[in-house]
């Protein structure tokens, strides 16, 4: 989308990838050592890497797990992973029993990105809706879950409980007494927590901060610390470092039924075969240039930069979906998502009933159409029934975020007007 | 106190397990086994911390020959392809006069065609267009001009995940109708292990150890016929040139494997990621799709083949990068549909994969400036497998009581060996396979990791070992000639 790529990542795989350019000068000296290091570690990039993970690049993140929440995280329950939705749909495999009489049933947030659904019918888990509550700002409701997990039992065996925090598409941010309540509500109903954290970077503050399901877990003490099932996924396809394409991440698993552990290993082998070159720009977001170190400056500025470009899109997004009338949007507390609801009137609804389409979908056919604008429809994504929402993307550079929003205020107006 | 405890003991949170117990969890699991990466990797990684240790051990060092790791065992990457990915990555390299313009165009072309100009970015699910209209032409090349759609190539990490997606795919129904997949003995664990995580069944059909492993389509038939009892076999794969086992398959066996799928009606598999791995005099790599065509109408509109390839053997090894494809010919139009909407589940594959993967089917061209250096390094690195290849088979087939099929290609040797009867007894009292159980000893003995024939599959009463042929030449030698001694203090031990 246009937003640049760290530096030092990008030097520090170069040099990885092509070791001659360590003889020289021409790289910081910084780059050169974190490289050698890591080429230490794993020989060649062109190598397989270890099963679970270069074991430089897992103390990386152990220690990164361990800085964020004050709490020692082991390596060896961290698994490093193509990516949190190759992540996601190997932990499935494991999880899921999909044959037989009763099916695994996975609750899933609506809204919910579109990849999640898919992995779970590609696994052949049951789906199991729980509604955000869009008034509140997309909060998780307990009583909302609860009602879910008991319609759910009558039809496959609820096992595991999907959250994603900061919210895709919500931009929803828990507090920490959310976070509890969700804990103690799987504890209770004996459910798999899955916590999918890949946004947990990018959060706008206002009061809200990002707590893990890890460290909140770990200070609600016995009988929950030791007792909860926990997998949190992150990646180093969002946050300031934004590397999509190299396809790494990483879960850590808490409480895992150590024979289970045994068999999950080779699972991992089989499916978890992670490029080399993600797992270095890993070791990097897990431990970045310091303050005195010669790629400090550029690094943290440009993180500041991307950060900076980020809210201002959310300030501004916010500003004109708010001034436009049949247009509404929740506080985007995180993430890099809008997700505005359209108060679309009767007229719009017929005409898309009468052209087979979803109104919201129609909606976004039209801006695509008219605007040359992608914006994906609230229907991809699940919505209270009689709800119309669009998802659009914050992440890219703000000249073209006012190109955006200007595109969708004029197309917005004209729409209204054709369909009063 | 005791009010607490009573609600912890009400919601039960005291008295049950975990949620996720070996007996709740996706049965499935349970038999997949990997046997590259299984136990006897596990203990040489043990003993290789014992060595850092400074406990004393009868050497100094274990020889990990069980795992096609190229560059591991000191396979020099091709500078071409490193210097081009280095600067995708860092494309402010682009201005540094060390590097040839060849190379700096092709990093422009490929960064060209990523979204935002980055290697960063997530390309489309079924890769990017640029790079698959180059495997294309590759295709095209490599089969004498047999027509190839670049919409029938989809990239993807490595030919694991090419071949887990197709058998996804293939696997349905249940108890007699479940799929069945045929599969050769010996094979390649992730087959075995991918059926296992689907639960379809495997068919196991025996490649002739006295003929040199060939295939012979009366094996085939024999397998299908008896497999038809107890499930729908539907697949069909084969691994040439061959993983074990090394053979490389005559042109008449490949016309013979595909007249043999298109009577039976069976979804071909044809795993040919070793494809420039071919030392054997009078031994050439023909390509399932070319045979195919070259076979005419009657064949190639109907029979359907899916071919895998990859960038982590032949002559560039780079397992790291994760870089494969796979050709898809005369599928359903409904189910190529669902197979592109499977794979974007996972996003897309590695981007700088696939990069890789473009200058492998695009290598440097006569004239240009790195071209030199290119075809050095290539054809250096082919022939010293092959001088490799030649020797391990010498070697090993003047140990007596070893016996090994020449090395026709791919990386590996699959010696027999010849165990004495009161050997096996006390392996099957360990509750080990027998050639584990050789294996096992070798490495506590001799520091030499290989993988054991039970892993792989064999006949009854047969055991091997499989061994690379990756290490240098040197330490090679070496290797094989402990692996010699080993097997003569064995046989006499157990005698």
């Known amino acids: 989308m246009g937003l640049k790529p760290l530096t030092f990542v990008r030097q520090v795989l170069a040099a990885c990838i092509y070791p001659s350019l360590l003889l020289d000068d021409s790289l910081p000296h910084d780059v050169r050592k974190r490289a050698q290091c890591l080429l230490e570690e794993c020989g060649s990039i062109g190598s397989y890497a270890p099963m679970t993970g270069i074991r430089k690049v897992l103390l990386s993140v152990s220690e990164f797990i361990t800085r964020r929440d004050g709490i020692v995280s082991n390596p060896d329950n961290i698994i490093i992973t193509s990516g949190s939705q190759h992540g996601i749909i190997v932990l499935l495999k494991l999880l899921v029993q999909s044959e037989g009489s009763v099916r695994t049933g996975v609750l899933i947030p609506v809204p919910c990105y579109i990849s999640f659904k898919k992995a779970l019918t590609a696994q052949g888990a049951v789906a199991v809706p729980y509604y955000l509550c869009e008034e509140e700002g997309w909060t998780v409701q307990i009583k909302e879950l609860r009602r879910a997990l008991h319609a759910a039992r ?203 389409l979803k109104p919201d979908f129609l909606y976004c056919l039209r801006l695509l159409e008219d605007m040359r604008l992608f914006a994906s429809p609230g229907c991809d994504f699940g919505q209270e029934e009689g709800t119309y929402h669009i998802r659009m993307c914050l992440a890219t550079p703000e000249e073209t975020m006012e190109d955006v929003l200007q595109r969708l205020k004029s197309f917005h107006l004209r729409f209204i007007k054709e369909f009063p | 106190m005791s009010i ?48 850092k240790e400074g406990v004393k051990k009868p050497f100094t060092e274990v020889i990990k020959a069980n795992i096609g790791d190229c560059h591991a065992m000191g396979q020099k990457p091709i500078t071409f392809f490193r210097q081009v990915l280095a600067l995708c990555s860092y494309p402010e390299l682009l201005e540094d006069n060390k ?273 030199g250096t290119f075809i050095k390094e290539r054809s250096h690195t082919l022939e010293v497998l092959a001088e490799k290849a030649k020797m391990t088979q010498e070697i090993l087939n003047q140990v007596p009581g070893i016996t090994c099929n020449p090395v026709q290609g791919a990386m590996y040797t699959f010696p027999q060996i010849q165990l004495p009867p009161k050997a096996i007894a006390e392996a099957k009292e360990k509750g080990q396979a027998p050639d584990m159980f050789y294996c096992m000893k070798l490495l506590e003995e001799k520091g030499i990791c290989l993988v054991p024939g039970s892993g792989f599959g064999q006949r009854d009463g047969t055991y091997h070992f499989r061994m690379t042929i990756l290490p240098p030449t040197e330490k090679l030698k070496i290797v094989l000639d402990k692996v010699k001694e080993f097997h003569q203090s064995f046989t006499e031990q157990y005698s």
């Not at chain 1, 997700?339 to 009933?353: C, D, N, P, T, V």
């Not at chain 2, 047999?146 to 030919?159: E, F, K, M, Q």
């Open chain 1, 154 to 356: 009558g039809h496959c065996n609820p096992m595991v409980l999907y959250i994603i925090n900061p919210g895709n598409p919500s931009g929803h941010v828990q507090s920490k007494a959310s976070i509890e309540e969700v804990i103690r509500f799987a504890a209770e109903e004996r459910l798999f927590l899955m916590a999918d954290e890949v946004y947990q970077s990018i959060v706008y503050g206002n009061g809200r901060e990002f707590y893990s399901y890890k460290k909140v877990l770990s200070e609600m003490g016995s009988p929950y610390s030791n007792n909860v099932e926990l997998a949190s996924f992150h990646t180093i396809s969002k946050g300031a470092i934004g590397e999509c394409g190299l396809r790494t991440g990483y879960m850590e698993l808490v409480n895992i039924d150590p024979e289970v552990m045994q068999y999950a290993y080779s699972l991992f082998t089989i499916n978890l075969n992670v490029p080399v070159i993600g797992q270095i720009a890993l070791d990097v977001m897990a431990d970045p240039p310091q303050p005195g170190q010669p790629s400090y400056a550029l690094y943290a500025q440009v993180r500041v930069e991307i950060f900076l470009t980020l809210m201002n899109n959310v300030q501004r997004t916010l500003e004109v979906l708010t001034g436009l009338p049949g247009i509404t949007c929740q506080p985007i507390m995180g993430g890099v998502f809008a997700f505005a609801r359209l108060h679309l009137s009767e007229a719009a609804i017929k005409h898309a009933k009468e052209k087979k």
């Open chain 2, 4 to 51: 607490i405890v009573c609600e912890m003991a009400e919601n039960g949170l005291l008295h049950h397990g975990k949620v996720l117990t070996v007996d709740t969890m996706n049965p499935n699991v349970k038999r997949v086994e990997y046997a590259v990466r299984g136990p006897i990797v596990q203990r040489a990684l043990q003993i290789e911390k014992e060595l």
């Open chain 2, 99 to 371: 590097f040839p313009e060849d190379v700096k165009n092709r990093a422009r072309r490929i960064l060209q065609a990523c979204a935002g100009r980055s290697l960063g970015a997530y390309s489309a699910s079924q890769g990017i267009e640029l790079v698959r209209r180059d495997v294309a032409q590759y295709i095209e090349r490599r089969d004498g001009g047999i027509p190839c759609n670049p919409d029938n190539i989809y990239l993807t990490a490595g030919a694991s995940d090419a071949i887990m997606t197709m058998l996804k795919l293939l696997v349905s129904g249940e108890g007699p109708s479940r799929t069945g997949v045929m599969i050769s003995i010996p094979q390649y664990p992730l087959y075995s292990a991918a059926l296992a995580e689907l639960a379809a069944v495997q068919i196991n059909y025996y490649l002739d150890e006295e003929k040199c492993w060939s295939l012979d389509v009366s094996e085939l038939r024999r397998a299908l016929e008896a497999a038809r009892k107890h499930c729908r076999p539907r697949v069909l794969c084969i691994i040439n040139p061959g993983n074990p086992t090394g053979q490389v398959q005559s042109r008449q066996c490949v016309e013979d494997v595909i007249q043999f799928a298109a009577e039976e009606n069976l979804f071909l598999m044809a795993d040919e990621v070793y494809q420039d791995n071919v030392y054997a005099e009078g031994c050439q790599f023909h390509s399932f799709k070319k045979v195919l065509f070259e076979m005419g109408p009657e064949y190639s509109d109907k029979l359907e083949l899916a071919s895998f390839h990859s960038t982590s053997k032949c002559y560039m090894g780079e397992c790291g990068f994760r870089g494969g494809y796979m050709e898809v010919v005369n599928l359903d139009p409904e189910v190529k549909v669902q197979l592109t909407k499977l794979v974007s589940v996972r996003l897309c594959p590695s981007v700088p994969g696939q990069a890789l993967l473009d200058l492998v089917v695009n290598p440097p061209q006569p004239g240009e400036p790195s071209y």
